[in-house]
């Protein structure tokens, strides 16, 4: 079992910056795929970034490249989600996920491919 801990949401103006940090325990995540996903109310769950067991190979969704990066760092279990130039239509409730792959450069943007999730945290961006 992954248990998956979020953190460094909250409330930043537009034009802002957070960063999010997703904090493993359990197992050793260098063998996991990670992703980050959102959800914004009355919205679909959908794809933010996501990251290979190696840190190798990075997806990331169109809206948000060039604005947000994720990276991992095997020694600390953990996987962030540097967030920049944030706009409104960020706001969302985001959340780690963590998907054991068959090979460390595996990454994928598929929420259904994730057997392990965190609470979330939420980031609220104000105009």
């Known amino acids: 079992q992954v248990q998956l801990v979020e953190s460094g949401g909250g409330l930043v103006q537009a034009g802002g910056s957070l960063r999010l940090s997703c904090a493993a325990s359990g197992r050793t995540i260098s063998s996991y795929a990670m992703g980050w996903f959102r959800q914004a109310p009355g919205k679909e769950r959908e794809f933010v970034a996501a990251i290979s067991g190696s840190g190798s190979n990075r997806a990331t969704e169109d809206s948000v490249k060039g604005r947000f990066t994720i990276s991992r760092d095997n020694a600390k279990n953990t996987v962030y989600l540097q967030m920049n130039s944030l706009n409104p239509e960020d706001t969302a409730h985001y959340y780690c996920?963590?998907?054991?792959?068959?090979?460390?450069?595996?990454?994928?943007?598929?929420?259904?491919?994730?057997?392990?999730w965190g609470q979330g945290t939420q980031v609220t961006v104000s105009s």
């Open positions: 996920a963590a998907h054991q792959a068959w090979y460390t450069g595996y990454v994928s943007p598929h929420g259904s491919e994730y057997e392990y």
